[in-house]
């Protein structure tokens, strides 16, 4: 089956503690994505990869940091800078010149 | 700067009927625009993609509009089903390739 996994699908996080969530895809996407999503609110883009072993800020990303070593991952780190973790966090991939996105089933991240 | 408009107030219609979901935008002009649905707890799932240059876009009971003038989109469900019911998201896209979302519209059809 191809697509892309998130894990965990809850995560609960003390204040201070850094936590790294793992998105994978196997659909040889160029491009992957990482989106925050707050109640009642759109999606905001975190953090960005188009291409192995480069990855561009999007909107949001102080508190957060990512790596891109394997064209199949893409994991993001939410770090003890970012003020309010608390929410919905989304990965996606697209194809190399695509609009459309192919997303993963999201974690959940819940700071205690 | 940049902005979204899809309502924020839930849709409630009833089984069989078309559900009309409004898209607006300003301070853009993009070439492409998606449509997605999310339900609770999971991730958005591609529906449609139209150009700017397409007026109208169909797929089974899915049909998206795009007017450029008015600088809106109209999603349509006809035929619509209690299992339609969900968020459905907005994008628009330029030559960057990645897209801004709306914050979607909840649609809730009765049976």
């Known amino acids: 089956d191809g697509g892309i996994t998130q894990s965990p699908k809850y995560l609960f996080r003390k204040e201070g503690q850094n936590v790294t969530l793992s998105c994978e895809q196997n659909?040889?996407?160029?491009?992957m994505y990482w989106y925050r999503q707050d109640p009642g609110q759109g999606l905001r883009l975190i953090y960005y990869?188009?291409?192995?072993?480069?990855?561009q800020k999007g909107d949001i990303a102080e508190g957060y940091s990512v790596s891109r070593e394997k064209k199949e991952s893409f994991p993001l780190t939410v770090t003890s800078a970012q003020k309010n973790p608390t929410a919905f966090y989304l990965c996606?991939?697209?194809?190399?010149?695509?609009?459309?996105?192919?997303f993963g089933p999201g974690t959940r991240l819940t700071v205690l | 700067s940049q902005k979204i408009e899809q309502n924020s107030e839930a849709l409630n219609i009833q089984e069989g009927k078309t559900a009309t979901l409004t898209c607006n935008y300003t301070?853009?002009?993009?070439?492409?625009l998606q449509w997605y649905r999310q339900d609770p707890g999971r991730g958005p799932v591609f529906l449609l993609l139209?150009?700017?240059?397409?007026k109208e876009k169909r797929k089974e009971r899915l049909k998206v509009t795009f007017d450029t003038t008015l600088k809106q989109s109209l999603f349509h469900i006809t035929a619509s089903q209690p299992a339609d019911s969900a968020t459905y998201l907005c994008?628009?896209?330029?030559?960057?390739?990645?897209?801004?979302f709306g914050r979607g519209t909840s649609l809730i059809v009765h049976p």
């Open positions: 996606a991939s697209s194809m190399e010149g695509r609009h459309t996105q192919y």
């Open positions: 659909l040889n996407h160029d491009a």
């Open positions: 990869s188009q291409i192995v072993n480069d990855f």
């Open positions: 301070n853009y002009s993009p070439a492409y």
């Open positions: 139209i150009r700017e240059n397409e």
């Open positions: 994008a628009l896209s330029g030559g960057s390739y990645i897209p801004t």
